[in-house]
Every structure is written in C-alpha cells, then in structure tokens.
C-alpha cells in the first residue's frame, strides 16, 4: 500500500466500492449483507440484528459521516487500485468476452500466484452489481441488483463452511493477465457435484467471468460459483497471495471425507447381536 503521505491525495468515493452505495432513503429494503457491507465500507461495526443495523447506518448519516470512505477495507485494496489506475487496463481484459480456460495446464490449487488486488469487494460487485442488461433501445439499464437477493453469498459460505469446494485447480496463460481455476462443488440434496470455472484479472484482481454446469447459472452467478469465490477469498486472508507461502503447512483441501479411524471385522463389535445361551448337560 501507498504511504500515509501519498494516500492524503487520494479520496474514496462510494463509486470506488462495491457495496458502499445504497438507497440511504430506504434501508427497509436492504438486506444484513448489503447494510453491513454499507457499514463496513464506512470502518463502523457491523454486528447485530438488521433494526440495529438500521439504526446505525441512520447514526452515521446523522453525523455527517455518509461520505467518509474507509480506505482500509478490504485490505487496502480499493486504494491501490484507484490510486494506481488500475481501471486503465489493457485492451484484452476490456473485452466483454474473456479469454477461455485452458484445456492444459492445470495444477493442484494453489500452484500459480492469486492476483493480488483480489478481494471480498470483486465477489460482491460480480454477484450483486455487474449483469448488464439492455432494454428495448439497446440502452443499458439499472444493473444493481443488490435490492433483490443476496442468496449467492449466504448460501455460497455455507457450501464453504461444510467444505463443500473440492478438487481446486489453477492455472495462468503466458502472455495474458488471466488467472484461471476451477472446482467441484457439492449440490445440494443431490449426490453430486457442480463444476465451476472461474476467470480473475491479474492487474486488478476483478472477477471478469464465471461459469457452472447447474441449471441456475445462466449468468454465471450461481451460489457454487459464489462458494469457489469466497473459498479463494478465505485462502486468500489464511495463506495470503504467494501459492510458496503455505507449502509448508499440510494441504487441507482437495481431500475427501474419511473415516477417523479403520476397524478390523475381528475387532468390530455389533450391539444387535445376541450370544444365544448355551444349555450345559
């Protein structure tokens, strides 16, 4: 991050963040991850029940505080980004269609360096505020779609507390600024599994595209694509970016479900069984 010197130069607007704008007119509407997140982005407390969190997004209005970003959230890494102009990127990141995953290349997560602008704020600007739609004139409409649901995000944790995301893979093309990876998430009440592919940018560590084999993924905002995201945001704030600073520690993921301990049949004792008595002559 800039020094404290240079940051004085540098002012966060709400435009800057994902999830700092909301209608401040009607907070009923809003969900608890769109007010926390509205409070996050302001350095105010987060916790308790949605009347309270309406409560203090109101105290923060009332003291003059609406305007004043935190440029501490998320890491820093909005900062940078707007202090570095990030937004300026090359041709091929603008291009509405990125680049396809690869078909070879791919190691066991994580082998290649996660970008490392990469943050919480891309997850919920890529859920919640990205689809672009167009009406009848060909012009864009209102794409924030942060009044609707939030399902994604709640829903995409739980798949990442249960340890739903598995066999992760990653891989970069030389020449490009994508970094690619893909896994196998669990579906629910069904014994099987969803693949996902997910495409970051190395400069500005935005989520560009997103794919899944499930029915609701047509825009590829399904909840398992919203669970790889927050799987790689919780290596992220665990390990860190660099794949070489955590080689040391025992791999904790791609690993299948296993029995604590084996039991031999010989050793095996089974309650339901009855000895029948034995008559002695």
């Avoid at 990442?160 to 629910?188: E, H, W």
Wanted: aromatic share 8%; proline share 4%.
């Amino acid at each position: 991050m800039a020094s404290t010197q240079d940051f004085m130069k540098i002012k966060l607007t709400d435009k800057d963040i994902p999830g700092a704008k909301i209608d401040l007119n009607d907070f009923e509407s809003c969900g608890n991850v769109q007010l926390k997140r509205w409070l996050q982005c302001r350095g105010v407390k987060t916790s308790g029940n949605k009347p309270e969190l309406i409560q203090r997004c109101k105290d923060v209005i009332a003291g003059g505080k609406a305007d004043q970003i935190d440029f501490s959230v998320d890491g820093g890494k909005w900062y940078d980004i707007k202090y570095e102009s990030v937004k300026k990127e090359t041709s091929a990141e603008k291009n509405k269609n990125p680049a396809l995953p690869p078909v070879l290349g791919w190691k066991q997560f994580p082998n290649n360096p996660i970008p490392q602008n990469f943050n919480y704020g891309h997850i919920y600007h890529y859920l919640l505020e990205s689809v672009v739609l167009l009406n009848e004139d060909g012009k864009k409409e209102d794409t924030d779609l942060s009044h609707m649901t939030s399902k994604p995000l709640t829903k995409g944790e739980q798949y990442v507390k249960s340890g739903s995301v598995t066999n992760i893979m990653d891989t970069v093309k030389r020449g490009t600024c994508y970094y690619f990876l893909k896994a196998k998430v669990d579906a629910s009440m069904k014994k099987e599994q969803r693949t996902v592919h997910v495409t970051l940018s190395n400069v500005s560590g935005a989520v560009l595209d997103a794919s899944c084999t499930c029915p609701a993924s047509a825009l590829g905002r399904c909840n398992h694509v919203a669970a790889v995201l927050l799987f790689i945001n919780k290596h992220v704030k665990e390990h860190g970016y660099d794949p070489l600073a955590c080689t040391a520690k025992p791999c904790e993921w791609n690993q299948g479900k296993r029995l604590e301990k084996s039991i031999k049949i010989s050793d095996a004792i089974y309650s339901s069984y009855k000895q029948k008595a034995v008559k002695l002559l």
